[in-house]
């Protein structure tokens, strides 16, 4: 089972920050929290990863809590074209390495 | 740097027949993953292969679903005797060392194959 919980769905208005929050109450120390997307018949999409600090990339920035409990992945300068699925990962070690992937937010940017 | 290749991208099948579905992993992985994503439902993990090895097959159906990945040529998911219930995406993914994500690598994924079972 996944170890996130995130909304269903939220909204977006073009051009404006879209922040994407996670929730892994249950995340252990060795693992890192991943992020990503898929769009609609789409392979899924790596957007940023991180264990402890917070991390910035060309996608986006993910910002982890000083208690590792929750994240937020924020898309700085949202487009139609970020209208997708969006999955909050943590990576179980216990689990052999492999991603399990939950129900995710359906993101949708709005012009 | 090429992604992860499969092919087909869409594949039809008539019930009863075999499906082939194939994934090249990115240049320098060689640990492969496949995943299955019914019609309107989420990524459901099915198996995590090594060169020639089966790490994690906790996914995969018993029966009819296997899955390879050979020391040379690309990972093979193959159904036996389609059912309409096996039409779906299957999407393969690659990551460059054993403990993927585990360690702080990161897995990227295939476009995905489309099964179609009439």
């Known amino acids: 089972d996944a170890k996130t919980t995130q909304p269903t769905s939220m909204d977006c208005a073009e051009g404006r920050a879209a922040n994407l929050p996670c929730n892994h109450s249950?995340?252990?120390?060795?693992?890192?929290v991943y992020w990503y997307r898929q769009i609609h018949s789409q392979g899924p999409q790596y957007i940023i990863h991180?264990?402890?600090n917070n991390e910035t990339n060309e996608m986006a920035s993910l910002i982890i809590t000083e208690d590792r409990k929750s994240s937020t992945l924020i898309l700085p300068h949202a487009t139609l074209r970020d209208t997708a699925v969006y999955y909050c990962?943590?990576?179980?070690?216990?689990?052999?390495?492999?991603?399990?992937f939950g129900q995710g937010t359906e993101l949708s940017v709005k012009p | 740097n090429a992604g992860v290749m499969q092919n087909p991208r869409h594949l039809v099948r008539r019930r009863g027949q075999e499906a082939r579905l194939r994934c090249s992993p990115m240049?320098?992985?060689?640990?492969v993953y496949w995943y299955r994503q019914l019609p309107e439902e989420g990524l459901k993990f099915m198996v995590y292969?090594?060169?020639?090895?089966?790490?994690?097959e906790s996914g995969m159906p018993k029966e009819r679903f296997s899955a390879e990945f050979p020391k040379e040529g690309p990972s093979i998911l193959r159904i036996q005797q389609v059912v309409r219930g096996d039409s779906a995406a299957y999407f393969c993914?690659?990551?460059?060392?054993?403990?993927?994500?585990?360690?702080?690598?990161?897995?990227?994924f295939g476009e995905g194959s489309w099964l179609t079972v009439v």
């Open positions: 993914a690659s990551s460059p060392l054993r403990t993927g994500p585990s360690s702080g690598n990161t897995i990227y």
């Open positions: 249950t995340i252990s120390g060795n693992e890192y």
């Open positions: 991180g264990l402890k």
């Open positions: 990962i943590v990576s179980d070690y216990n689990q052999g390495g492999k991603l399990i």
């Open positions: 240049k320098g992985h060689s640990h």
């Open positions: 292969l090594q060169k020639e090895n089966i790490i994690d």
